[in-house]
């Protein structure tokens, strides 16, 4: 006889086992059953999963880019670029051919045959034809992409910089910076990787690949009562408990787009700052450390994803009634990130995180931690200010930056004679060009 968690004894037997092998005798035969079943139906081992999901498509018109208030799905990837295009008319080029990629990209299709003395249009992983699969590609650029082009230089971003180190960093400079990012998000990392290659094969005159971090986000069942939840990192907490409301229109336009009055150039007008940082979980200590421990140094309950003294995780903690710590200490990630005080409104980021996994480590260690992803207006009154706020915290143990980088989304393109940039390239005193190249 031994005890379980709650000190109730049970009884374990030799009868007890065999039943429990009975029990399993029946699942394997039930398994058994299905396999057949899937076999008559003519499914094989090595049929492609089905999915009407590959069929889900993202607008790629509008005043902002797509991927940013979009609901995130399972599969998302950030590439960053050195660009090699520099006079005004390359620039164009490079601009109008990301357009038209990801709008065909977005939208799917038939990619055009060619003589097959040719190399194919298409890489082919997707089949013949090109479905949407709910893809977004956001571009966005780097301070280096207007410092190191003289005639745009004057038309940066205002609070565009190089990402620098903060306290905790370990950055790698293989894995930071870059003048072009792409953000590309869909269903599966297939369509990813298809996106990327696509971009690649068609622009290679015109920008090269610095590096890249693929992630993901756990698919959830749905909820009998209809309520959403927040998807789960690799330290096992709900990320984006307190996210702001990406459906509140008049709430992003105070938060994530950049609007006319203030001090940006009027081009940047419906852009947003992106922050790209790849943050290492050193998972094997985290999950060796009590629970009690993890859900002081997060702030949360680990099951729920509630704040302490509360029930769900959509609740909001008051701590003006804790204001020594006593239920939320003072060093929790959650009231560190954001002390729920009037003057922490002004700090409020859109974050859209993915999960990554990049094998092992030559210490023999998870190579394992969070693509994160946010937008802000203002960069420095967003990420950098939350950033300075947890430089210090209990989490640094568990964690380390290791790449990423500051870049400013452009606004989107507004129909079918617009493209991705064309507002920049106006205020640098260029002109389109009335036909694309």
């Known amino acids: 006889m031994t005890k379980d968690r709650d000190n109730k004894p049970f009884m374990t037997s030799r009868r007890g086992l065999l039943l429990g092998a009975g029990a399993a005798g029946s699942a394997l035969a039930a398994g058994i059953t299905a396999s057949q079943a899937a076999s008559s139906h003519g499914e094989q081992v090595t049929d492609a999963p089905v999915s009407d999901k590959m069929l889900e498509q993202q607008p790629f018109h509008g005043q902002y880019q797509s991927g940013i208030v979009t609901p995130r799905p399972a599969a998302g990837m950030v ?122 094969k068609n622009l290679p005159d015109l920008m090269v690949l610095r590096w890249k971090q693929e992630g993901s986000v756990p698919v959830l069942p749905r909820s009998p009562d209809g309520t959403h939840q927040s998807a789960r ?82 609740e909001v903690p008051d701590y003006a009634k804790d204001p020594d710590g006593t239920v939320t200490p003072l060093d929790a990630h959650i009231r560190l990130a954001n002390d729920r005080s009037k003057a922490a409104d002004a700090h409020l980021i859109l974050r859209r995180p993915f999960n990554y996994s990049n094998g092992v480590s030559k210490s023999g260690q998870l190579e394992q931690g969070l693509l994160f992803i946010c937008y802000q207006a203002d960069l420095e009154k967003g990420f950098i200010a939350v950033q300075n706020k947890l430089n210090g915290e209990p989490l640094e143990e568990y964690i380390k930056p290791i790449g990423g980088g500051f870049f400013f989304t452009l606004p989107g393109v507004t129909g079918a004679d617009d493209f991705l940039g064309r507002p920049l390239l106006e205020a640098a005193g260029h002109t389109p060009t009335n036909t694309k190249s």
Request: glycine fraction near 8%.
């Open 79 to 200: 590439a960053s670029f050195r660009v090699l295009a520099s006079k005004p008319e390359e620039v164009e080029r490079l601009f109008r051919s990301l357009t038209e990629r990801i709008a065909f990209l977005m939208k799917g299709g038939t990619p055009p045959a060619l003589d097959d003395k040719l190399p194919p249009a298409d890489s082919g992983i997707l089949g013949p034809v090109v479905l949407p699969d709910n893809l977004t590609i956001t571009v966005s650029l780097g301070a280096s992409f207007f410092e190191q082009r003289e005639w745009l230089s004057p038309h940066k971003p205002a609070r565009l910089s190089r990402m620098k180190a903060f306290k905790n960093d370990a950055l790698d400079q293989s894995l930071c910076h870059g003048d072009l990012s792409l953000q590309i998000s869909s269903n599966t990392p297939d369509t990813n990787i298809h996106a990327l290659r696509d971009i690649l």
């Open 233 to 314: 990192n690799f330290l096992g907490f709900r990320d984006g408990s307190a996210n702001p409301d990406a459906g509140d229109a008049g709430l992003m336009q105070r938060i994530v787009w950049v609007q006319d009055g203030g001090d940006e150039p009027a081009w940047a007008r419906n852009g947003s700052y992106q922050a790209v940082r790849i943050i290492r979980n050193f998972v094997e200590r985290w999950d060796r450390t009590p629970l009690g421990e993890q859900e002081r140094i997060i702030g949360r309950l680990k099951p729920s994803g509630a704040p302490f003294g509360g029930r769900t995780e959509t």
